[in-house]
Structure formats: structure tokens, C-alpha cells
């Protein structure tokens, strides 16, 4: 019998920790999810920067590892129209660093892709059937969503308001997470694009709590046994945590992402458009500084990229995505597996406690 005070995630998602290990694309690795599984908690992984093929091989090494559940996350963005002059603009912004860094200016810019739930990917689900699937930017359309169900699997959403939280309910979420502004990399927000309208996990979780009645998955500057402690007390089922899994051996991160994840200060970090087209929280580098984290030259999501990427070669501290919450100096150098069953233990020693 679960000693957690709420076991309602726990119940739908047939884990024994209330912990969803946060899929991060690009630096989720499935060794990392199989320790997140292996230690009780959901582990997850992104689909966003994989092929079909990709996302295909990911499972099966994952599966041959491990049997406990397994949550898949898409995006499901609308891919923009195309705008060359918008492009041009943005290039032109950033060419007195083509120039700095002697990078070739008039080769054709790098194209910069974020793979959206499409059929393909709906037909893997309904392939590989995982138990969970989660998306981010909303939900797709009904019938791929339909058929996502079909498969039997539990639907999870980001909400970075009440109001998304109250229509990703009404549309068939079996759990929303609830995603403060201390979170790092991308926003979920889908029905504004309005900053102003990002309000902290304090703040969000027990207002989206008290408007929907699916259980609630707290995520934004959570990265120790207090912040989950704190989460459930405010009404949240579980715990979404990403920037304190980046610091574990099993993440896939770059030598300029290590270094700054372990010497930025917690108030180095900013909302940024600049490396996507679409705010997400990473720490503060010199062409955020240089060029303002929100700038609206950026080309719409996920294009913005492209251009910085001849730059990032040259440079990758300066003109690379550091993607970090608010809470990165609580992080610590521990496995996947550690740190799952540290958090987990502790929290519940705290709990035991009150």
C-alpha cells in the first residue's frame, strides 16, 4: 500500500512514485528514461527531435530494458507559413557575427526542424502503444487525438494558465501538467502568445487544481524534496522535474550546456525566442544579451534556429540554446536512478513528518 498522500498518478499512470521525468529533446537519452523507470518514476521521451525510424528504435531498446511504463511526448505546433523576407531580416540581424566569426554568410541557411504530431506519428502510437502519451502546445486535432485514446493510452498536456488547463480537460486529458514560469525550455502556452499572461507554479497550481477536476502534474523550478513536498501540498498529484535530471550522466548535453548548468546563478536565466521562434526559459548567453531574449525579428517556430546555427558552430556558448529552470543551482551530480529515488525518499520522509 503507497504511503503518498495522493496516489491518484500513481493509479493512472501505473507508477510507484509520483515523478515524470521530463522529456527533453535533445538531451533525453533512453538511458536515461530506463533509470527514471527502473527507480518508479514515468520516464519519458521526446519524439520532437527524432525521425519516425528514430522514435521507433528508441522504444524498442527502451522496451527490451524495461517493462514499466513508458510516456511518449510530441508537439503539436502548427508548422508556419513560409516568409523569406522575415527570414532575410533575421539573417541580416545576425550577420555582424557571420562576420566576427568567419562564418560564410551567403551559404544557404541550415534548416531548423521540430516535428509535429502528424499520422505518421499517430500510427506509430498505435504501433508501439505506450501507456502514456503527452504533448506540448496544446493537443492535436480531434481525430488523431481520437485515435490516440483508442490505443488505450493516458493523454497528458501542458498548461501554463487555468484557462489551458480547463480546455485541455474538456477536450480529453487524463492529467494536466501544470507548468509555472520557473520552468526551463519551452513554453506550453497555446491559447495566447501573450508573456504577460505566464504566471508562477505558486501561483497556477492550486487555481488550476480548484478549476478541473483530472489530477494535476506540478512542473516549473522543482528540483528537491521540498519543492515536491510543496507541490502536493498546493494540490498537485505529481511532479514533472527536467533541469535537475540535465545535471545526471545520462543526459545529452554539450560541454558549453554542462558548464553553464553548473555555474550560471538562478537569476541567469531568461525567457528567450531567439534559438526557436518560441519563448523558453534557458540561461542567459551573449546573443541574448546582445540582442534582447525577445526579439521580434525571429522567424515563427521553429525556424529561428537555422541562421544561428553556422554561428553555434563557431561559438556554442555564445549562440546556442542553454536551456535551464530557475531552479539549476539545486541541481546535483547524481545518476538518474539516485536522484529519482533520492527525491522520492526524502519527499516522503517529509511527508511523514506533517
Known amino acids: 500500500m503507497s504511503t503518498w498522500p495522493d496516489t491518484r498518478i500513481l493509479d493512472l499512470l501505473g507508477i510507484d512514485v509520483p515523478i515524470i521525468q521530463a522529456p527533453m529533446a535533445g538531451a533525453t537519452t533512453t538511458a536515461m528514461v530506463i533509470a527514471a523507470q527502473r527507480a ?3 520516464g519519458s521521451m521526446p519524439a520532437a527531435a527524432l525521425s519516425i525510424e528514430q ?3 528508441a522504444v524498442t531498446v527502451i522496451r ?5 511504463p513508458l510516456n511518449l511526448n510530441f508537439f503539436c505546433h502548427q508548422p508556419p507559413p513560409a516568409d523569406e523576407a522575415r527570414d532575410r531580416r533575421w539573417k541580416d540581424t545576425l550577420q555582424p557575427y557571420y562576420h566576427e566569426l568567419g562564418a560564410d554568410f551567403e551559404a544557404p541557411t541550415p534548416v531548423s526542424n521540430r516535428a ?3 499520422d505518421a506519428a499517430c500510427q506509430l502510437v498505435e504501433d508501439l502503444r505506450p501507456q502514456v502519451v503527452s ?6 486535432e480531434k481525430s488523431l487525438l481520437a485515435r490516440v485514446k483508442a490505443t488505450g493510452a493516458k493523454v497528458l498536456s501542458s498548461a501554463t494558465t487555468v484557462e489551458e488547463a480547463v480546455w485541455l480537460e474538456e477536450h480529453g486529458c487524463d492529467a494536466i501538467i501544470a507548468m509555472g514560469i520557473e520552468a526551463g525550455g519551452h513554453r506550453g502556452l497555446f491559447l495566447s502568445e501573450d508573456l504577460n499572461s505566464q504566471i508562477g507554479l505558486m501561483a497556477l497550481v492550486p487555481q488550476v487544481v480548484d478549476a478541473v477536476s483530472v489530477p ?3 512542473a516549473g523550478g522543482i528540483s528537491d524534496a521540498r519543492g515536491i513536498v510543496a507541490a502536493l501540498a498546493l494540490g498537485a498529484s505529481a511532479v514533472q522535474i527536467g533541469t535537475a535530471y540535465l545535471f545526471t550522466p545520462e543526459a545529452s548535453i554539450t560541454a558549453s550546456h ?3 548548468l553548473r555555474h550560471a546563478q538562478a537569476s541567469e536565466t531568461a525567457l528567450t525566442n531567439l534559438f526557436t521562434g518560441r519563448p523558453a526559459r534557458g540561461i542567459v548567453n551573449r546573443v541574448m544579451r546582445e540582442l534582447g531574449p525577445i526579439n521580434p ?3 515563427a517556430f521553429p525556424q529561428a534556429g537555422g541562421a544561428l546555427m553556422p554561428l553555434k558552430a563557431k561559438d556554442e556558448a555564445g549562440f546556442s540554446n542553454l536551456w535551464a529552470g530557475q531552479a539549476l543551482r539545486l541541481g546535483q551530480d547524481l545518476s538518474t536512478y539516485d536522484l529519482t529515488r533520492q527525491l522520492s525518499e526524502q519527499a516522503l520522509a517529509r511527508l511523514s513528518r506533517h
Not at 504533448?135 to 492535436?140: Q, R, S, T
Open 40 to 42: 518508479g518514476a514515468l
Open 55 to 57: 522514435l521507433r528504435e
Open 64 to 68: 527490451l530494458a524495461s517493462t514499466r
Open 116 to 118: 509535429p504530431f502528424n
Open 135 to 140: 504533448f506540448h502546445f496544446g493537443l492535436p
Open 216 to 218: 494535476v502534474i506540478a
Open 258 to 260: 554542462h558548464h553553464a
Open 297 to 299: 525579428s525571429a522567424p
